[in-house]
C-alpha cells in the first residue's frame, strides 16, 4: 500500500484530537494502526515544524532495500533513444539477453520508458476527438462491420450494423459469412425499409463503400474517376439513389464513428460470451435478441434514456420521387445491350426478354438479387423479371429440338423419272 495525501490528512486529524485532549495516544494508536511510541513521535513532529503535513507525511531516511542501481536504469534509456519503436517487453527481453541482473520488473521498465522517451511537439500531438451529436433522427446514420472467430471451429463470422447517430439505436444489423456488398445492402434495406432513407451514411473507407486505389497492384488499370474517387461502389451508388450523401471519414481515423465502434464493444461483450455458436443463422439469433434489448431496455448513459425512445414520432422519409423500388435500389446494378435473338448474357448465363417491347441493340439496366431475381428495366420502365442463375427457355425450337422431333416426320419423296425414260 502506497502512502498517499488520504493518509496524511487522517493522520492530521486524528493528531489534532490528541493535542486537544479529545483523545488520548492510546486511542490514537488503535485508529490509526500504529504503536503508541510512533503516535508519540507524531506527536513530537508536529509540534516542532510549522507544516504539519511536511510533519506527518512519510519520511524515508535509507535508500529502499529493493531499490535497483541507476546503471540499469541508464541501459534503458540507452535503448529507448537506440530504439524509439520498441515495446517494453522487447527492452526487457534485450536487458534479460545481455543478462542484467538484477533484472527489473516489466512495470518498473515501463515506467522508465515514459520518462526516456522525448514529449512529441505539439504541432503532431494527436489532438482529442470532438464530441458532435446529429440534430434529429436519422440526419447521420453510421456503418460498420465487426468480425471475428465466433463459430465453432474457429470459424469466422460477421456482423453489419447500422446506428443512428442522434438516438444510438441500431437500426439493423445481420450475422453473416461474408463482408460482401450484397450482405452491405440487404442490411441498408432493412434498416430504410422500417426507418426511412437517412440523409447521411456515414463509413470507413472499405472497399465495399469506396473505391480505392492499390498503388502497388499490376493487375487493374483504374480509370481517371477511379483515381480521383468519383466512381461510386454498388453500396455508395445505392445511397445516393436513396436520396442520400455517402460519407466516408478519413484513413486510419476509426474514432471519427466511435458510437458504433463503442457498440461493437457492447456486443463482443454482451453475446459473443454465449458462443462459440454453431452457425450464423444461431449468431444471428443471438444478434437480434439483444438489439431488441438494446434499444428497448438498456439505458444510454449519454442521452439518458432508451435509444427507442429518442425515435418516437419520427417519421419515415419517403424515397426520391421517379426513383426505384425500394429491393431494386438495394439490389447490385449491371447494364447489358440487348442481341439480335433479344437475349443478354450475365455471368456466362443467357436469358430470354419477351418478344415485346422490341429492345434489340438497346441497353437495358439489371436490378440483380443474386440467387433470387433479375429485374430488367428499360427507359424507366420495368420490363421483365427473370429468375437469377437459370436460363430462360427459348420460345422457338432448337437445333437439337428440330433434329430429334421434326425431321424424323418427314417423308423422303419418290424419285421423279425423266420423260420418255423406262422406268
Not at 422519409?317 to 421517379?322: D, H, I, M
Not at 437445333?399 to 425423266?418: G, H, S, Y
Request: aromatic share 6%; proline share 9%.
Amino acid at each position: 500500500m502506497r502512502f498517499d495525501r488520504s493518509m496524511v490528512d487522517e493522520r492530521i486529524q486524528v493528531m489534532r484530537l490528541v493535542r486537544e485532549g479529545v483523545l488520548s495516544q492510546k486511542e490514537a494508536a488503535e485508529k490509526l494502526g500504529r504503536s503508541v511510541r510512533q503516535v508519540r513521535r507524531l506527536a513530537h513532529r508536529l509540534e516542532e515544524s510549522d507544516d504539519p503535513v511536511a510533519a506527518l507525511g512519510f519520511q524515508r531516511e535509507h535508500a529502499a532495500p529493493n531499490r535497483l542501481g541507476d546503471g540499469i536504469r541508464e541501459r534503458v534509456h540507452d535503448l529507448v533513444q537506440a530504439h524509439p519503436g520498441w515495446s517494453t517487453p522487447a527492452i526487457r527481453e534485450a536487458l534479460e539477453d545481455a543478462e542484467t541482473s538484477p533484472l527489473p520488473s516489466e512495470r518498473t521498465v515501463r515506467r522508465w520508458i515514459e520518462g526516456a522517451r522525448p514529449v512529441p511537439a505539439v504541432g503532431r500531438r494527436e489532438q482529442p476527438a470532438r464530441r458532435f451529436e446529429a440534430p434529429r433522427p436519422l440526419c447521420l446514420v453510421q456503418m460498420d462491420t465487426t468480425s471475428g472467430q465466433w463459430l465453432t471451429g474457429k470459424r469466422s463470422a460477421h456482423v453489419i450494423v447500422t446506428l443512428d447517430d442522434y438516438s444510438r439505436a441500431v437500426l439493423a444489423g445481420r450475422a453473416v459469412d461474408a463482408d460482401s456488398t450484397v450482405n452491405n445492402l440487404a442490411v441498408l434495406e432493412a434498416a430504410v425499409e422500417r426507418y426511412g432513407a437517412m440523409e447521411v451514411l456515414y463509413s470507413d473507407n472499405g472497399s465495399v463503400f469506396r473505391t480505392t486505389r492499390y498503388a502497388r497492384s499490376r493487375f487493374y488499370s483504374y480509370r481517371p474517376e477511379v483515381l480521383a474517387g468519383e466512381e461510386l461502389t454498388q453500396l455508395a451508388r445505392a445511397v445516393s439513389e436513396l436520396g442520400a450523401v455517402p460519407l466516408t471519414h478519413q484513413p486510419g481515423n476509426a474514432r471519427a464513428k466511435g458510437k458504433l465502434e463503442r457498440w461493437n464493444r457492447f456486443f463482443q461483450a454482451r453475446v459473443l460470451p454465449e458462443g462459440p455458436f454453431a452457425s450464423v443463422p444461431a449468431l444471428d439469433e443471438a444478434l437480434q435478441h439483444y438489439l431488441v434489448y438494446y434499444n428497448q431496455r438498456h439505458v444510454h448513459r449519454i442521452i439518458g434514456c432508451v435509444p427507442a425512445a429518442r425515435l418516437e414520432g419520427h417519421t419515415p422519409k419517403p424515397l426520391p420521387p421517379g426513383s426505384r423500388p425500394l429491393p431494386d435500389i438495394c439490389s447490385l446494378l449491371e447494364t447489358r445491350k440487348v442481341a439480335k435473338d433479344h437475349t443478354f448474357s450475365l455471368d456466362g448465363v443467357t436469358y430470354q426478354l419477351p418478344r415485346e417491347p422490341n429492345l434489340v441493340a438497346f441497353t437495358v439496366e439489371l436490378r440483380i438479387r443474386p440467387g433470387a431475381t433479375i429485374r430488367v428495366w428499360h427507359d424507366n420502365r420495368p420490363i421483365a423479371e427473370l429468375p437469377h442463375g437459370d436460363p430462360t427457355p427459348r420460345d422457338g425450337l432448337t437445333v437439337d429440338q428440330v433434329l430429334e422431333q421434326i425431321l424424323p416426320r418427314i417423308t423422303p419423296k419418290p424419285p421423279q423419272t425423266a420423260p420418255g425414260a423406262t422406268p
